[in-house]
């Protein structure tokens, strides 16, 4: 499966963003979808996973009552919705796949990245 991650600017404190990440081939719903992050000078950490059919869901603490991961198999696409943003969520948003049964992957398949930024 490949990957492309899209949505990402620059907002204000407090401003929303919905990234999408569209998946190519014919067996997207196989794949629980992750979205991870990277600041500056930071290692890349968890932000959100759903399963397979979008019934299930998983957010970082960090996110977790303002970003929501959703899913749309028909479309191959998931979506984080980024709501209240901080400054300290600006970084590069990537999604990756995983055949695994599992959120915490790991994924195999990975997409190139959007860029966040909040500004204060």
């Known amino acids: 499966v490949q990957l492309q991650a899209s949505g990402g600017g620059l907002v204000q404190a407090g401003g929303s963003l919905r990234l999408s990440c569209e998946a190519s081939?014919?067996?997207?719903?196989?794949?629980?979808i992750g979205w991870f992050r990277q600041a500056p000078g930071k290692e890349r950490e968890f932000v959100a996973a759903?399963?397979?059919?979008?019934?299930?869901?998983y957010h970082a603490d960090s996110v977790k009552g303002r970003f929501t991961i959703s899913r749309d198999n028909a479309k191959n696409t998931v979506y984080l919705q980024m709501n209240n943003l901080k400054p300290e969520d600006t970084a590069v948003y990537y999604c990756?796949?995983?055949?695994?049964?599992?959120?915490?992957?790991?994924?195999?398949?990975w997409g190139r990245g959007t860029l966040v930024t909040v500004s204060s």
């Open positions: 990756a796949a995983t055949v695994r049964s599992t959120f915490s992957g790991p994924y195999e398949y």
């Open positions: 081939g014919r067996t997207f719903s196989s794949y629980i």
């Open positions: 759903i399963s397979r059919g979008g019934g299930n869901s």
